[in-house]
């Protein structure tokens, strides 16, 4: 018989899976979920897989229609909005300590960063890695290492968006030309021009997200809220 720990871990680790497939865009926005699939994939039984989909309907990141199945969330602009304010608010005020307190070692840190960003140019999901790296170390360059939990855990929505901009219309070369701005200022302990750096970076997604939109309007929000058909949405790879 499993044991109380035993089913806890399950959940845990099935929640962990399937929230990560949303957000890397392997499950896209309005894809439909199967239980009786997931337990397979996962090698579980359904319970978890139930029990994780209540969870992330909590985090808005799947919706559940009665009598149609769940299917993933598409994405919500506001929701992006909520989480890029407390992204900036968190990463601004890092980043102003930042500038009187770096270090050497903190600049050579991020300088390294920019290098793998350009050798990673091609790879999305390494670039991405790489992308949370940077912001996770220049949080420590303010000496608020452990502040990167409460952006990661904002930012969900947020980054499903970045990760569709990144495939789509977001040149890898301009986001590191915006980085590099970033460590340019904290090097030269400028603080106008890092944080105008910072600001123009973390707030270029709402400009990707207008124009995903456009072109595919069925992967988001809209007024109608209609209930969606069991067929799967295809992202752009």
Request: glycine share 4%; no cysteine.
């Amino acid at each position: 018989m499993a044991t109380t720990a035993g089913k806890t871990s399950a959940r845990v680790t099935v929640h962990r899976e399937i929230r990560q497939r949303i957000i890397t865009l392997q499950l896209p926005p309005g894809h439909p979920l199967s239980e009786n699939e997931l337990a397979g994939e996962l090698e579980v039984s359904r319970t978890p897989v139930r029990e994780s989909l209540l969870l992330l309907a909590e985090e808005d990141l799947v919706r559940v229609f009665p009598k149609l199945g769940s299917f993933v969330a598409r994405v919500d602009p506001q929701r992006i909005a909520d989480a890029q304010f407390v992204r900036e608010a968190v990463e601004v005020a890092s980043l102003t300590d930042a500038v009187e307190h770096r270090t050497d070692e903190d600049v050579e840190a991020l300088r390294d960063l920019l290098g793998q960003q350009r050798a990673a140019a091609d790879d999305v999901g390494r670039f991405f890695e790489l992308d949370e790296a940077f912001h996770q170390r220049l949080l420590t360059a303010g000496g608020h290492t452990n502040a990167w939990r409460t952006v990661e855990q904002a930012k969900a929505h947020l980054d499903r968006a970045r990760r569709l901009g990144l495939r789509t219309v977001s040149p890898v070369s301009a986001l590191i030309d915006q980085h590099t701005a970033i460590v340019d200022g904290l090097e030269a302990h400028d603080l106008e021009a890092a944080l105008a750096a910072l600001r123009d970076h973390l707030r270029a997604v709402f400009e990707d997200v207008e124009r995903i939109r456009a072109e595919s309007p069925e992967l988001f929000v809209d007024s109608t809220d209609e209930r969606p058909v069991r067929r799967s949405i295809t992202v752009l790879r």
